[in-house]
């Protein structure tokens, strides 16, 4: 049996992202040590596509980037199925 996250219509295979690559779990595993520390996280942007497309990742619009018309990109934070990853995926290893 597959194990999934999310809610019916937006479920994400977790046995699918075990091919995950390396340097794409090394991302996730960054952009979480940013989220921490509340730090927004603007780096590795076709990695971040990639984890977005698993739904691991999201672009979102914190009140700093709000407030600033100008930016036009936005930062990235881990979803909840990112941080379920990684507990699965050994966190520390990396």
């Given at each position: ?7 019916p219509t ?10 995950l ?7 996730l ?10 730090v ?5 942007p ?6 977005h ?10 009140p700093?980037v709000?407030?600033?018309?100008r ?7 881990i ?5 379920v990853f ?9």
């Amino acid at each position: 049996m597959t194990d999934h996250i999310g809610e019916p219509t937006t479920m994400i295979d977790l046995d699918a992202l075990e091919k995950l690559a390396a340097h794409h779990v090394a991302a996730l595993r960054e952009l979480e040590r940013h989220n921490a520390k509340g730090v927004c996280y603007w780096f590795r942007p076709k990695a971040m596509e990639r984890l977005h497309s698993h739904g691991l990742a999201e672009q979102w619009t914190p009140p700093s980037v709000a407030e600033r018309p100008r930016i036009k990109k936005r930062p990235w934070r881990i979803t909840d199925a990112g941080r379920v990853f990684l507990a699965r995926n050994g966190k520390g290893e990396g």
